[in-house]
């Protein structure tokens, strides 16, 4: 089995040596008295030639059997200049089948015509093909760059548990049953947030890991139930210094996986910066489409659902998509219109801005000077086209415009897809409300610390009172986030009594953890940035899938293995476990 080179290492200078390769046939071409075979490793491609001697036993060779070939490299008379091997090939003087194998159910290529659905369930396969190896590399080097950047600055990798006590505070926890204590369970962690923090009481100062989490929720293109986070805590560090560091993390993985120099320090923006500008606290600013504040614009204009909103405390806010009136067709503005709806917008109301003046079903309600009210805030000139979306509350008007913007910064191609545009958005709101549930939720976690100017407000204006929290955005994803921590017991106390937690829920979930924090527990902060989306982005993916080597489908199923599966009654009676009639077969929800 031994080889002397890889399928992408040989090259001219290497001409007239005696080589033995290995690998898995990628393609073979029967060209009479000579066959040409492409053998590829998971480093490239070599070209395999096998003269008049040798072609004829080559007959039952398929693709993706395994060979090893042993030959002469020689010059290639017909080079292929995308092949970094392009320039030999290696004449065969002996080979040897190693091993057999059926006919693929993809073509293991770059190219394939496979489904996403039958590339999942034969993933080994689907894994062969250069373009995911590529991926899958790109992520290990992401993580070699992490490990070296966080071990020079001294910060210690210390494992946290997976079996932890449920703490159904957000996303839904996967309980593991115990044996042992028969009907209790444990929960896989959704992050080592509170055992990280421990680790701080514990005097570690900086602690480091690549962490696995969990999260039993809906999935997307950028969500799967089980991911991977780069999880970074520090004690005595301002904001500042936090920040300086994770900003000189990202630019050490840029440098090492992308070869490119980001420029430090990163933009820093604030939650209600992003939110006016861009409608998400995402945002992609690559791209211009920012968001217009119309309510003193439009305050005095007879349009019913204007007026509605804003006479409900609500708002009505607009984007200038400039110099595209005239390549959107009321179809395509009503495509437009089902994206709002979509995040609970009533509708998408628009104008088209012409050289003879402003036409669209909203001209009619406004007077001359009303309109030039709109059009000078909206900076708005002949061709432009103004959309706007109105509602009372605050979020719809936001989440239905930030969804249009970047969908138009995708379909006008506003933005180079190639280019990485990172920022930090900062000064988030502490809590949030929901009206209905009629309580206020920790925007981040409970253990998020209040910005010292706010301190009063925690009990006082929770709706006004700002966190010292901070999220590193990169072209419209977040990367990730932290905050500083709360470390007092009566700064803690305040917080759950803002978020309506009572005394006996606090130690049913938190007990042991707030315990811990009357031992002299520092001041602390850390972030955690997501591996497979940092992966995702930097391999310029649709999915994080492409970068997860066995990841989820879209049904939170392993295509694979098949899983989640049944398990016989004996284990259920082992945990003491009964599955609910009907369950199994459908019959219940």
Same mark, same amino acid.
């Given at each position: ?195 990280? #923090? ?35 805590? %520090? ?39 992003? %939110? ?292 016989? #009654?004996?284990? +259920? ?10 369950? +199994? ?5």
């Amino acid at each position: 089995m031994k080889r002397t080179h890889n399928n992408g290492e040989l090259r001219i200078n290497h001409v007239g040596e005696e080589v033995t390769l290995i690998g898995w046939v990628a393609k073979k071409r029967n060209m009479g008295a000579i066959v040409f075979i492409d053998l590829r490793d998971r480093y490239g491609l070599t070209q395999i030639v096998f003269n008049e001697e040798f072609a004829s036993k080559t007959k039952d060779i398929k693709n993706e059997y395994i060979l090893q070939v042993t030959g002469t490299v020689v010059e290639r008379s017909s080079k292929n200049p995308h092949m970094p091997t392009g320039d030999i090939e290696v004449d065969v003087e002996d080979f040897k089948i190693i091993n057999t194998a059926k006919q693929p159910p993809i073509i293991v290529a770059d190219e394939t015509d496979a489904s996403e659905e039958t590339r999942m369930k034969y993933r080994y396969l689907d894994l062969r093909r250069p373009v995911l190896q590529n991926k899958i590399m790109t992520r290990a080097k992401i993580v070699k760059s992490i490990h070296e950047f966080l071990d020079g600055e001294d910060f210690i990798e210390i494992e946290t548990p997976y079996l932890n006590r449920s703490t159904p505070e957000g996303a839904r926890d996967f309980l593991v049953p115990s044996r042992v204590h028969e009907g209790s369970f444990y929960a896989l962690p959704q992050s080592p947030q509170l055992f990280k #923090q421990l680790l701080m009481v514990s005097g570690f100062e900086k602690y480091y890991q690549i962490a696995r989490c969990f999260r039993d929720e809906d999935l997307r293109a950028d969500r799967q139930p089980e991911f991977t986070q780069v999880d970074v805590e %520090m004690s005595f560090m301002d904001t500042d210094q936090i920040l300086d560091l994770g900003e000189r993390l990202v630019a050490k993985v840029m440098k090492d996986v992308k070869d490119i120099d980001i420029e430090l320090p990163l933009r820093r923006m604030t939650w209600h910066d992003a %939110m006016e500008k861009y409608g998400i606290d995402k945002p992609d600013t690559r791209f211009g489409l920012e968001l217009v504040n119309l309510n003193e614009t439009v305050k005095d204009v007879d349009f019913a659902v204007f007026k509605s909103a804003l006479e409900a405390n609500g708002h009505v806010k607009g984007i200038n998509v400039t110099g595209e009136a005239s390549h959107f067709s009321r179809k395509k503005i009503d495509a437009l219109g089902e994206i709002a709806k979509k995040y609970k917008a009533k509708g998408l109301a628009w104008l088209k801005v012409t050289d003879e003046g402003v036409n669209g079903p909203i001209a009619k309600f406004f007077n001359e000077e009303q309109l030039d009210r709109l059009l000078k805030a909206m900076d708005a000139k002949a061709d432009d086209l103004l959309l706007f979306v109105a509602d009372s509350h605050y979020m719809v008007v936001c989440d239905a415009l930030a969804a249009i913007r970047n969908h138009l910064g995708k379909e006008l191609k506003l933005y180079d897809p190639h280019t990485f545009d990172f920022l930090w958005i900062i000064d988030f709101p502490m809590f949030e409300y929901s009206e209905e549930d009629g309580r206020y939720y920790a925007m981040h976690h409970p253990f998020t610390r209040p910005k010292e100017s706010d301190l009063d407000k925690i009990l006082t204006d929770p709706a006004h009172c700002l966190a010292d929290a901070y999220d590193i955005v990169l072209n419209g994803f977040e990367l990730g986030g932290g905050s500083q921590r709360i470390y007092d017991e009566e700064l803690q106390d305040k917080a759950f009594e803002a978020l309506g937690f009572t005394e006996e829920r606090i130690r049913s979930q938190f007990g042991w953890f707030v315990d811990a924090f009357q031992y002299g527990a520092p001041p602390h902060g850390g972030f955690a940035l997501g591996l497979d989306r940092i992966a995702m982005l930097l391999t310029e993916s649709d999915s994080l899938r492409d970068v997860i080597a066995f990841p989820k489908n879209t049904s939170s199923k392993d295509p694979v293995t098949d899983a989640p599966g049944t398990v016989d #009654q004996a284990q +259920l009676d082992e945990l003491g476990i009964e599955v609910k009639e009907g369950v +199994l077969d459908g019959e219940s929800e």
